[in-house]
């Protein structure tokens, strides 16, 4: 039974979930449990205990400079350089470019401001990659080799490609393709594919492909 007193903790050490009580403990075995995961307890509204799994809250970075930058430079961004684990924002107000000609990640990422860039370029012949876990959504400018003669650049996103704005992959002198690979593209803004004789672009989802704009 639920009452005032009642209390839930686990210990990751014996994957015990401990639940007590109105001077009754039960015990559970649980693996699986995440790091840093916690538990709530709640009246089920008949009486008895709900016990509810809170996930750790998740690291989060989000870009500081206004003029724009490199990715990959810790100091533009509050919480430090995005890793696969970090959901990261681009979005502080102003028209500028977030670079990126190297590897980089995130577990997810949001272009949350119309003035605001990001661009994947190649650079000394090797293209920049970055890899999204989850979901990434554009509503400023997402651009990958769009200058003349660059190619090779690779964008993959784990889950949903949301893109509001603009969104231009390739050139058309093209040295190498460069690809954009996501589970489902959800597209209302503007999205550009552009190649040449040598090498074209590529976009590729494995789900569905909404169309509400221009392709």
Do not use: E, K
């Amino acid at each position: 039974a639920f009452d005032s007193t009642t209390t839930a903790s686990y210990d990751s050490a014996t994957s015990t979930l401990t639940v007590s009580g109105g001077g009754i403990t039960d015990l559970l075995t649980l693996t699986g449990i995440p790091a840093g995961a916690g538990f709530t307890v709640a009246n089920d509204g008949l009486g008895f205990t709900q016990v509810t799994l809170m996930p750790a809250a998740g690291a989060s970075t989000q870009w500081t400079n206004s003029t724009g930058g490199d990715w990959n430079t810790a100091s533009n961004w509050s919480g430090g350089v995005p890793t696969s684990a970090t959901d990261a924002v681009i979005g502080v107000p102003g028209g500028y470019t977030v670079s990126m000609t190297a590897a980089g990640a995130a577990n997810s990422l949001i272009v949350d401001h119309s003035g605001a860039n990001l661009s994947l370029v190649t650079s000394g012949g090797l293209g920049a990659d970055l890899a999204i876990q989850g979901d990434l959504t554009n509503r400023g400018g997402l651009y990958l080799d769009t200058g003349a003669g660059l190619g090779g650049s690779n964008l993959s996103i784990g889950g949903t490609l949301t893109t509001a704005n603009y969104l231009q992959i390739g050139n058309g002198t093209a040295a190498a393709g460069t690809s954009v690979s996501a589970g489902a593209l959800a597209n209302s803004g503007t999205l550009y594919l552009f190649g040449g004789s040598t090498a074209g672009p590529s976009l590729t989802t494995t789900a569905d492909f909404s169309n509400l704009a221009n392709v």
